[in-house]
Every structure is written in structure tokens, then in C-alpha cells.
């Protein structure tokens, strides 16, 4: 059997329903399917239950924080979700000093809460932490999360020693064909640290982002390490298998 390859991050919910047929029932293709909110989070669970190779994660994303008026009401339902056997991770939450630095003091106290329900659970984090790299380190330091994946990570390289360090991921995006900094990320991280995803179907300087585009990652990781891809999908299957084990 061939080595199933992983979409360590994706906004199913957020593709149209033959889309969805598509990406769902596929034998070659598990997925972490990430949500942004309350109601794209029930989504994405109900996504988890009928396919059987999507794990599905609900949490606030931190450019919703800004917006939500009642926010401990908000927080104990995602409370209630995240205890639930149905949710498999919890993402995508974090913290972002880059795109919505006006909204951080308030950002703050909504990611140490699903941070510490990871920890209380077990389960995996999908983290967003654009401009908050070293931010959300600390967080997760205080809160002991043992699981977690930096997703698209593009952060300072001399931090992924310290992710490495800590048996946390890195999200390696698929934006990498136009993003030099993804391209330098992968050169300088190990394998034993990649997820790869796509983190579709956000648009990325014209480019829709989809699992379609996850092959190429592998192709371009397995170049830049100089071994054979099907190495790349049986080292990053067993990272990702590894965030659902303990
Ligand atoms: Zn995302």
C-alpha cells in the first residue's frame, strides 16, 4: 500500500460541496481539517463524521477574536466541543502581531484558554502565529502542550531548533512555489519536524491552496534533502500519525 500523504492543514468547511466529495472519500489523502469559529467548527465535525480520512479541529481563529462580544459564553462552548470525542484537534487558534496586532491584548487570554484545554485533553494544536512566533513558544511553555503543529511556519530560523526540541511540528506550506521564505524554512528544518499542508482554499498571491498542490511539496522537499519522496510521505505520515498517539 502507498504511503497516504497529509493536508496537515486545511479549511474544508470552506470548499464547495463537490470539492468536498472529491477531497473526502480519497484512500491516499488524510487530512487535519481545521475551523475558524463556532459555526464552521460544527461544520467541520459534521465533515469528520462522514469522511473517514479528515480529523476534524475546531477552535477561533485570531482574526475572529477581534469581533466576538460575549467571548466567555463562546469560549465554554468551544469548551464543551473540545471534551466531545468527536473533535480530534483543536485549531485554528493562536496568536497574530502581523495582521491584527490592534486585536493581540484581547487575543491573548482566548489562546492560553484552548492552549490549556489541548493540554487538559491531549489533543493536538493547530497554531496560527504570524508575527507571535516566539509569543505563542512561551505560552505553550507555561501550559506544558505536548502536540502541537506551528502552522506555515515562516517564522525566525533559529526557533526551529527549538520547536525540534520541544517534539513539536511545523506546518511546511504549500505556498513554498511562490514563498522564498517557506523554501529557506524547509532547507534548514529536519524532516522529522514537517507536516506538510495547504491551508486552502485561502488564495495566496493568486494561488488557490488545496491539497491538489501537496505532491509538489513533497517533490520539492524530497530535492532540497536529496533523498527519495516516498521517504518524504512515510517520515511525514508517521509526524502526523504521531499527534494522535500518545
Ligand atoms: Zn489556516
Known amino acids: 500500500m502507498v504511503t497516504p500523504i497529509i493536508d496537515g492543514h486545511i479549511h474544508?468547511?470552506?470548499f464547495s460541496d463537490d470539492e468536498i466529495r472529491e477531497i473526502c472519500w480519497r484512500k491516499d489523502l488524510l487530512l487535519?481539517?481545521?475551523?475558524?469559529?463556532?459555526?464552521?467548527?460544527?461544520?467541520?465535525?459534521?465533515?469528520?463524521?462522514?469522511?473517514?480520512?479528515?480529523?476534524?479541529?475546531?477552535?477561533l481563529h485570531?482574526?475572529?477574536?477581534?469581533?466576538?462580544?460575549?467571548?466567555?459564553?463562546?469560549?465554554?462552548?468551544?469548551?464543551?466541543?473540545?471534551?466531545?470525542?468527536?473533535?480530534?484537534?483543536?485549531?485554528?487558534v493562536g496568536l497574530d502581531k502581523k495582521f491584527v496586532p490592534q486585536t493581540y491584548e484581547k487575543q491573548v487570554?482566548?489562546?492560553?484558554?484552548?492552549?490549556?484545554?489541548?493540554?487538559?485533553?491531549?489533543?493536538?494544536?493547530?497554531i496560527h502565529a504570524a508575527g507571535a512566533w516566539r509569543e505563542v513558544?512561551?505560552?505553550?511553555?507555561e501550559l506544558s502542550v505536548k502536540k502541537v503543529v506551528i502552522h506555515w511556519f515562516t517564522g525566525p530560523l533559529d526557533l526551529l531548533e527549538e520547536i525540534a526540541s520541544r517534539g513539536y511540528y511545523i506546518g511546511v506550506n504549500a505556498?513554498?512555489?511562490?514563498?522564498?521564505?517557506?523554501?529557506?524554512?524547509?532547507?534548514?528544518?529536519?524532516?522529522?519536524?514537517?507536516?506538510?499542508?495547504?491551508?486552502?482554499?485561502y488564495n495566496y498571491r493568486g494561488l488557490r491552496l488545496g491539497p491538489h498542490m501537496i505532491p509538489e511539496?513533497?517533490?520539492?522537499i524530497a530535492g532540497t534533502k536529496g533523498i527519495d519522496e516516498e521517504e518524504v510521505r512515510r517520515v511525514i505520515h508517521r509526524n502526523f500519525v504521531s499527534l494522535f498517539t500518545s
Open 12 to 14: 474544508l468547511h470552506e
Open 32 to 59: 487535519l481539517a481545521v475551523s475558524d469559529d463556532l459555526a464552521s467548527s460544527r461544520k467541520t465535525l459534521e465533515l469528520g463524521q462522514r469522511c473517514l480520512n479528515v480529523f476534524p479541529a475546531v477552535g
Open 62 to 92: 485570531p482574526w475572529e477574536v477581534g469581533d466576538i462580544e460575549d467571548v466567555s459564553s463562546v469560549l465554554s462552548e468551544f469548551a464543551e466541543m473540545i471534551r466531545g470525542s468527536s473533535t480530534r484537534a483543536v485549531g485554528e
Open 109 to 126: 487570554p482566548v489562546f492560553r484558554f484552548f492552549a490549556s484545554l489541548a493540554a487538559e485533553t491531549g489533543k493536538p494544536l493547530s
Open 137 to 141: 513558544l512561551e505560552v505553550l511553555d
Open 175 to 201: 505556498a513554498l512555489k511562490v514563498q522564498k521564505k517557506m523554501r529557506e524554512v524547509v532547507k534548514a528544518a529536519p524532516l522529522e519536524i514537517m507536516i506538510t499542508e495547504s491551508d486552502g482554499p
Open 217 to 220: 511539496v513533497i517533490e520539492f
